[in-house]
C-alpha cells in the first residue's frame, strides 16, 4: 500500500509549474493527462481518458494568472447500457493565485498560495475542471435521439398533470376568482 502511494505523488509532481527562476513574465506549459494521472488521484468519478493542457502562466510580483484550456476525452460508463465510451472534453478557465501569507481558497478561479511557494500543483484543478464537464446523466452517444425525447415527455407530463381540468382544486380555485 505504501509503494502505490508513493508511485501516485511521483505520477502527480508531473503536474506541478516550478516557479523558481521564473520571471515576471508569460509562459507556456503543456500536460498530458493519461490514465496514469487518473489513477493517482484515486477517484471512481474518472478513471480513463486522454486529454491535453495547455497552461498560459503570466506571473507579476502579486500574483499568477492561468489561462488553462484542456482539450481531449474521457471513458465514462453508459447509465443505461454499462457501455465504456469516449465524452470529449473542451473547456478553457481562467484560474488566479495571489501570492499572500497562507493558503486560503478565496472564491472559484481565485486562490491565494504562500509567498514563498516554490511550485504550482495544479492535478486537483485539471481534475475538478473536468469533472465539471461531466454530465450527470452518462449516456452513450447511440442514445443521444432519444435522451431528447425522453425529456420533451417528462415536461408535458409534469405540464399535463399540473393543469388538469379535472383536479378539484382548480375548480374550487375558479369558484374563488369567480367571487
Known amino acids: 500500500m505504501t509503494c502505490a502511494k508513493i508511485y501516485d505523488m511521483n505520477v502527480l509532481e508531473r503536474y506541478k509549474i516550478d516557479l523558481l527562476g521564473l520571471k515576471n513574465e508569460a509562459y507556456t506549459f ?50 443505461r447500457s454499462l457501455e465504456p ?6 473547456l478553457t478557465e481562467r484560474l488566479i493565485l495571489q501570492f499572500g501569507d497562507k493558503e486560503e481558497s478565496l472564491d472559484d478561479g481565485l486562490d491565494i498560495i504562500p509567498r514563498n511557494a516554490n511550485t504550482v500543483p495544479l492535478a486537483q484543478y485539471f481534475y475538478e475542471y473536468i469533472a465539471m464537464e461531466i454530465p450527470f446523466k452518462k449516456l452513450h452517444p447511440q442514445f443521444a435521439d432519444e435522451v431528447d425525447e425522453d425529456e420533451e415527455a417528462d415536461v408535458k407530463l409534469v405540464y399535463s398533470s399540473s393543469t388538469d381540468p379535472t383536479d378539484e382544486r382548480w375548480e374550487a380555485l375558479k369558484k374563488i376568482s369567480d367571487n
Not at 85 to 90: H, Q, S
Open 30 to 79: 503543456d500536460f498530458i493527462l493519461e490514465e496514469a494521472f487518473f489513477q493517482a488521484l484515486q477517484t471512481d468519478l474518472l478513471e480513463k481518458g486522454t486529454l491535453h493542457a495547455e497552461v498560459q502562466l503570466r506571473k507579476s510580483e502579486l500574483m499568477l494568472q492561468l489561462e488553462i484550456h484542456i482539450k481531449g476525452f474521457v471513458e465514462l460508463i453508459c447509465d
Open 85 to 90: 465510451f469516449d465524452y470529449p472534453i473542451d
